[in-house]
């Protein structure tokens, strides 16, 4: 089993009940593999397309001549695919705002407790010049 087999797996396992949100399942096993969240998330989607028939490409033949049916057929398959890395980017631009949210809620709940502690020493700092 290659190592985005087994991340897809896991990430799936992970978030079949609903409880756990796909961003914190890259977290948890980015943290688990010792790896950025990024490659964690890049080894998902590698096998997920992979799984859903390739790389999205169809096989390219080799052909003598370009007709109107051949380029509108090329035409269409590009766009098809620019179609569907739409959602590959939107799930992607959540992932990253759904950490972006998590940080900052982590960040923002914090802020008074650090703001007191930085205080307490400078009160320290200035008490002990005196």
Known sequence: MTKAEEV???VEAMTASGEVKKADAFKQLAEQYGQPVDSIRGSYYSHKRAKEGG???PR???????????AVESATAALQRAIDNIDVEIEAAKQRADEAKAEYD???GSAAQRKKEIEA???ALEAAES
């Open 106 to 108: 982590s960040m923002k």
């Open 8 to 10: 897809f797996e896991k």
């Open 60 to 70: 390219r033949t080799r052909r003598r001549e370009t007709t109107t049916e051949v």
């Open 121 to 123: 020493k400078i009160a």
């Open 55 to 57: 790389n999205g490409r």
